[in-house]
Structures are given as C-alpha cells and as structure tokens.
C-alpha cells in the first residue's frame, strides 16, 4: 500500500456518514480507529476537529493527511488507519470488499486485481454497525429458542491458542497480548567454567581444604569439595520487521518484553533494511510503553529486507558482545530477502559457528506445501539448528518448550530439511541442465 500518494476521491460531503455533518462523522471516525485498537480519546477527536477547521478540507488529500497527523504516531498504526479512512469515507471498492469479510456467507464473486486492497478483521469489525438490542426482542413469541451443548466443542481460548496471528481481531489479539504477557521461559542451565563449593563436588577444593587444615591444626586433613557454577545462557533474537512479517514481529516483540521481564541477559534486534538494537526499550516495565519507544526508534518498519546486509552489520559490530558464554539465537523471518540471498550463506555460517544454538522462526512453515525454493530460504536452511514456526500462540509456547530443553546435539532433527534441501537444488540443477 502506498501511503505517501492517497488517492484522490473528492471531499466528504453530504453523502457522507452522518448526512454531512463533519464533526460527528470525525467523531465517529474516532470511535471506529478506537475499536479497531488505535489509542484515540476524546482529546483527540478534539484536536482533529480543529486541525482540520484550521487546514481546511480544500482536496481529500490535505484531509487525509490532517487526521494522519492527529490519530497515528506509532509505524504499525498507518495500516489500520489508512484502511478506516479509505472505508468510512466512502471508497466502494473497499466497503464491499468489508461486506465480503464481515458476511462471510454471502461472498460474491469478485475478478482479482493487483491493486485491490484487503481489509483487516480489526477494521471490518470497527466499522460494522452494534446489534441493537431490541434485535433480541424483536423475535416472534413462538420462535424456537435453540441452545447448544458445548461441553465437547473448542473453548474460545482453545481456539485462540491456535489461530493465527494474521488472522486475528482487534478483540483476539488483545486477549493474545494478556496470554503471551504470562508466558515465562524454562530456565536452560547450562555448566561455566566458574565452580563454588559443594558439599559433594566431584572436584576438590584445595584452597579451602588447606584453610580446614590449618584451622584443625594440622591434626585432619578435612576434603572440601566443589562443582561447576551452572548459569542460563544469554538469548539473543534477531526480528524481521519488513511488510510481509509486520503482524507477527509485533506479537514476537510482546512475547520478547515478556521474556526480557522475566530473565536477565535478553538482546532484541529488529532488521529490515537495517539493523536496530531495541533492547533497551524493551526493558521498561510497561508493555505499550516500551512498545511506543520501539515505534519511535525504528525507522524501517514494514519496509523492505536485507537479511544479508543486516546480519552483516550484527556479526561484525554486535557479535563479540551479545553472542557470550554460548548465547541462544533466535532468527525469526520468512526469509523473503530483497537482495535475493546476497552474502547470506557467509554471514550465516559466521552467526552459527559464534553461538550455542541457532533456532530459525519462520511463519510461513505453518503452510503444508512449504519448500526450501527461494534463494534467502536455501542460503539459511544449512547453517539452522532448529526450524520452527510461529505463527499462533501453541507454537511460541512450543519455543518455550525447545528453548528450556537443551538438544543433545546441534542441528539435531534438521535431516528432513536438509533432505528437502538437497531435492529443490537437485531439481534446479536438472533445470539450468535442460
């Protein structure tokens, strides 16, 4: 979607919502941007009503970009808002594409255009009409009341836990956000070179068993013991945050808040066509206010990738400082990169031969007929430990699961994908030979 050229459709008139009148269809624009999870009050459905008498309305564009101003000042807030003006103001291509999603039983049949743009489960929800509550009551005296048993369906938190995040409301995202608020990492100890004492230590303790001794008085030769100090490695993830991840790097970020909440020596870079350190943001105790300092400090969000490029720049300025005492990398991406794999596999090896343990996220995984094709996937596959997807809240509780629990060897069940590797590179080369 392109932002910086909205098109121009002519101005709100009297065929606007609300017959015209401008301040309450900006009212109730509001009230819709509020439902569809944008932050807006009533102070700033006041400072939009006089942003816009001081503006004017002389074109649909200068209109666009004053409410622009007033209701958006967060990157990942242009999408939202951008579809709820495009719709409440009246562009018929996307209200009947919103009819199509919110009805969904009656789905016409609609040619395919490249330019057409969808509209999202938040927005469709945020701009349909309440249920009046005479609806209820509106009902014949001898219809049927039908009651269901529920007792062996799917609880609504069941169906949540699974569903995607691309697919999700306003309302399941933030009940998404609560779950993932609560999600805590097993502790993944693993041994230092650092020992303390213990009572029974395999180790000896020659220090302190010469103290005893001399305290003793050199009659007893008291053996004290030690074992190695055990402390959990440091996590380090690298997040994509180009269009095609946007609503999944968002709820990553909530989950990777949780985790730097709850453990110590957590590092967050986001990466599009550049890399960003966050980690510092992400410590704050509140959740959107830490997510607010993220939107104000990236510059790139839902732009392009330069997977290459980015890890580049982490191995060579950031890796001797994060990627310490064996540190635990998540790569979370589709692997979709815009240089098409250029110096990826290089600076792929050099990421997994600097840490304990490389685990690849990748959303699109959760489709069935997924193969290791484009060149940024098959420049990553052969330098990962472990391949998952993320897409819902079972598979970030599955992370958990693989995080806390440490493999036996490295790369240990990628032989499949390596498989599946060695198959499409095969079919390539028959191809290039034909």
Same mark, same amino acid.
């Given at each position: 979607?392109?932002?910086?050229?909205?098109?121009?459709?002519?101005?709100?008139? &009297?065929?606007?919502?609300?017959?015209?009148?401008?301040?309450?269809?900006?009212?109730?624009?509001?009230?819709?941007?509020?439902?569809?999870?944008?932050?807006?009050?009533?102070?700033?459905?006041?400072?939009?009503?006089?942003?816009?008498?001081?503006?004017?309305?002389? *074109?649909?564009?200068?209109?666009?970009?004053?409410?622009? &101003?007033?209701?958006?000042?967060?990157?990942?807030?242009?999408?939202?808002?951008?579809?709820?003006?495009?719709?409440?103001?009246?562009?018929?291509?996307?209200?009947?594409?919103?009819?199509?999603?919110?009805?969904?039983?009656?789905?016409?049949?609609?040619?395919?255009?490249?330019?057409?743009?969808?509209? !999202?489960?938040?927005?469709?929800? &945020?701009?349909?009409?309440?249920?009046?509550?005479?609806?209820?009551?509106?009902?014949?005296?001898?219809?049927?009341?039908?009651?269901?048993?529920?007792?062996?369906?799917?609880?609504?938190?069941?169906?949540?836990?699974?569903? /995607?995040?691309?697919?999700?409301?306003?309302?399941?995202?933030?009940?998404?956000?609560?779950?993932?608020?609560?999600?805590?990492?097993?502790?993944?100890?693993?041994?230092?070179?650092?020992?303390?004492?213990?009572?029974?230590?395999?180790?000896? /303790?020659?220090?302190?068993?010469?103290?005893?001794?001399?305290?003793?008085?050199?009659?007893?030769?008291?053996?004290?013991?030690?074992?190695?100090?055990?402390?959990?490695?440091?996590?380090?993830?690298?997040?994509?945050?180009?269009?095609?991840?946007?609503?999944?790097?968002?709820?990553?970020?909530?989950?990777?808040?949780?985790?730097? !909440?709850?453990?110590?020596? #957590?590092?967050?870079?986001?990466?599009?066509?550049?890399?960003? *350190?966050?980690?510092?943001?992400?410590?704050?105790?509140?959740?959107?206010?830490?997510?607010?300092?993220?939107?104000?400090?990236?510059?790139?969000?839902?732009?392009?990738?330069?997977?290459?490029?980015?890890?580049?720049?982490?191995?060579?300025?950031?890796?001797?400082?994060?990627?310490?005492? @064996?540190?635990?990398?998540?790569?979370?991406?589709?692997?979709?990169?815009?240089? #098409? @794999?250029?110096?990826? &596999?290089?600076?792929?090896?050099?990421?997994?031969?600097?840490?304990?343990?490389?685990?690849?996220?990748?959303?699109?995984?959760?489709?069935?007929?997924?193969?290791?094709?484009?060149?940024?996937?098959?420049?990553?596959?052969?330098?990962?430990?472990?391949?998952?997807?993320?897409? !819902?809240? /079972? !598979?970030?509780?599955?992370?958990?699961?693989?995080?806390?629990?440490?493999?036996?060897?490295?790369?240990?069940?990628?032989?499949?994908?390596?498989?599946?590797?060695?198959?499409?590179?095969?079919?390539?080369?028959?191809?290039?030979?034909?």
């Amino acid at each position: 979607m392109n932002h910086a050229s909205p098109p121009d459709l002519g101005l709100p008139d &009297a065929e606007s919502p609300g017959g015209g009148k401008l301040v309450d269809n900006i009212m109730h624009f509001g009230r819709a941007l509020r439902s569809a999870g944008l932050p807006v009050g009533p102070g700033k459905v006041i400072d939009a009503i006089k942003a816009v008498e001081v503006a004017g309305i002389t *074109n649909r564009r200068d209109f666009y970009w004053t409410l622009h &101003a007033v209701f958006v000042n967060r990157h990942d807030q242009r999408h939202v808002f951008d579809q709820a003006f495009h719709v409440f103001w009246r562009n018929p291509r996307l209200l009947e594409r919103m009819l199509q999603m919110v009805l969904p039983e009656f789905r016409a049949d609609v040619p395919d255009d490249k330019d057409r743009e969808e509209i !999202s489960r938040r927005v469709a929800e &945020a701009l349909q009409p309440p249920k009046s509550p005479r609806e209820d009551q509106s009902r014949e005296p001898d219809e049927e009341n039908i009651e269901f048993d529920a007792s062996m369906t799917w609880s609504d938190r069941e169906l949540v836990r699974s569903m /995607d995040f691309e697919k999700m409301s306003a309302e399941e995202v933030a009940r998404a956000k609560n779950a993932i608020r609560g999600m805590r990492l097993p502790i993944m100890e693993v041994p230092t070179r650092r020992f303390r004492p213990a009572e029974y230590g395999r180790r000896v /303790d020659l220090r302190r068993t010469m103290r005893a001794t001399l305290r003793s008085g050199g009659d007893q030769i008291p053996l004290q013991h030690k074992k190695r100090r055990m402390r959990h490695p440091p996590l380090v993830a690298l997040c994509d945050i180009s269009g095609s991840m946007s609503r999944y790097s968002r709820m990553l970020l909530h989950f990777m808040h949780a985790v730097t !909440s709850d453990r110590d020596r #957590v590092h967050t870079f986001l990466f599009g066509t550049r890399l960003t *350190n966050v980690t510092r943001y992400l410590r704050s105790r509140d959740v959107d206010e830490a997510l607010a300092k993220v939107g104000a400090n990236v510059d790139d969000w839902s732009g392009g990738t330069r997977i290459g490029h980015c890890l580049h720049e982490f191995n060579r300025y950031w890796g001797r400082r994060v990627l310490t005492q @064996g540190a635990v990398v998540l790569l979370i991406t589709d692997g979709l990169d815009r240089e #098409v @794999g250029t110096g990826l &596999a290089e600076e792929m090896e050099r990421l997994h031969k600097s840490c304990r343990r490389l685990i690849w996220l990748n959303p699109l995984l959760r489709f069935d007929g997924f193969a290791p094709k484009s060149l940024g996937v098959r420049a990553i596959l052969p330098h990962v430990d472990d391949f998952r997807t993320v897409h !819902s809240l /079972d !598979s970030l509780e599955q992370l958990a699961d693989t995080i806390g629990r440490p493999a036996l060897r490295r790369r240990e069940g990628m032989e499949g994908w390596l498989a599946a590797l060695r198959r499409v590179e095969d079919e390539q080369r028959d191809k290039q030979g034909a």
